[in-house]
């Protein structure tokens, strides 16, 4: 009996570890199976997202709007055109005698065209004996000056340098400009490489006294900034065109205020054909040598007083009068131009930008006040002498 019993739990031992055995090998399979179906869908993933593109956010060209793309190509096609100016003076050793170069200032400039002259401010290379031109591709080259004109503030330079690096600035109009419209400057604003500010014209027909001490007059106003180093450097309106030449600004703290003015481009195109090829303005005269204001205003005339009337010249043909002085010292006044073709003339800059308006040859009426009494003389203007 004892021995049937054994042999019962022995056989029940079997089948219980049977059972076990079965049910941890199925255990084990199924735990495979999951791992390798899990290894499956992570290897599929993984080999998914090696063929998708990145999704992190990126900037892309067309997340910029309109404006900015439209600034940014107006900056990339004229930027080649603009230039740097660093302007240096020569001094001589006193006892070495040797001569060294002494740096003096810098400014902005423009490519006016494929012969290598180049623009800039008259006061950039006032006083310099030496100018250097970097243009945009940072290629420096020695300048030579070809013409100035002070009393417009302007300046021809030249380069010799490979017609292919030389990009010319498209020129505008300024005759035509409003207040309010988009206008942009590049230049190199404290020996920073080719910046770039954007704003507005504030103002137009402003009034600036030039180096030479003669007004210039139509000058554009613009809160766009100019700080120094940006003299002479261009100003474009929207289309990428020069309408200007950005000469000063308004500061009573010699900082940016939001005031700068330029040279309108109708004035530059006059003047830079008369200085690339005279070296200066030529301009019509009358022939007549002026009191200057302060002599004016001491014998109480209103309008310009002609001191000498210059042999030969227009002026003498016409019969015009100088002031006289006899042997006691009594002085007689000659004639005193008050109108040129019915427009009133109040001082030397009036004549003077007047005339601007003439070509040496036009004829032009002429009214003076002679003994008191108004009188018209008409004349054939002189050229430059």
């Known amino acids: 009996m004892r021995q049937s019993i054994s042999v019962i739990f022995g056989l029940l031992l079997l089948a219980v570890g049977f059972f076990a055995g079965t049910a941890w090998q199925s255990k084990d399979r199924a735990t495979e199976s999951i791992t390798e179906e899990q290894s499956g869908v992570s290897t599929e993933a993984t080999s998914l997202n090696v063929n998708q593109p990145n999704s992190a956010p990126q900037l892309k060209n067309n997340a910029l709007n309109a404006d900015e793309r439209a600034t940014i190509n107006l900056f990339e096609k004229a930027a080649p055109s603009v230039a740097f100016i660093t302007t240096t003076n020569l001094r001589r050793d006193y006892w070495t005698r040797n001569v060294t170069e002494i740096p003096r200032g810098s400014g902005s400039g423009f490519v006016w065209n494929k012969e290598g002259h180049i623009i800039t401010n008259y006061h950039v290379i006032q006083g310099a004996d030496r100018a250097q031109v970097t243009l945009a591709d940072q290629s420096a080259w020695s300048a030579k000056l070809i013409g100035a004109a002070p009393e417009k503030d302007l300046a021809v330079l030249k380069i010799d340098t490979p017609v292919d690096q030389l ?8 005759e035509n400009l409003l207040v309010g419209q988009s206008v942009y400057a590049i230049g190199n604003p404290f020996g920073l490489d080719q910046t770039l500010t954007t704003g507005i014209i504030s103002a137009l027909g402003r009034e600036i006294e030039s180096v030479g001490g003669v007004p210039i007059r139509d000058v554009i106003q613009t809160d766009a900034a100019i700080n120094p180093g940006n003299s002479g450097g261009p100003l474009l309106n929207s289309s990428g065109e020069l309408i200007g030449v950005n000469t000063a600004i308004y500061s009573p703290s010699g900082a940016y205020a939001g005031i700068g003015f330029s040279i309108p481009v109708d004035v530059v195109n006059w003047a830079v054909p008369q200085l690339i090829s005279n070296g200066r303005l030529m301009r019509p005269t009358l022939g007549v040598e002026l009191a200057n204001p302060q ?31 006899n042997g006691y010292g009594e002085i007689t006044l000659g004639d005193i131009i008050v109108q040129i073709d019915d427009e009133p003339v109040g001082s030397r800059n009036d004549l003077q930008l007047k005339l601007e308006e003439y070509q040496p040859g036009d004829k032009v009426a002429v009214q003076v006040l002679r003994d008191g009494e108004p009188m018209t003389v008409e004349l054939f203007l002189d050229g430059s002498r």
Request: hydrophobic share 40%.
């Open 167 to 174: 990009v010319p600035i498209p020129v505008g109009r300024s």
């Open 295 to 325: 002599v004016s205003r001491r014998l109480g005339v209103e309008g310009v007083l002609i001191l000498n009337v210059i042999e030969d010249s227009a002026a003498e043909q016409a019969g015009l009068r100088s002031t006289t002085r």
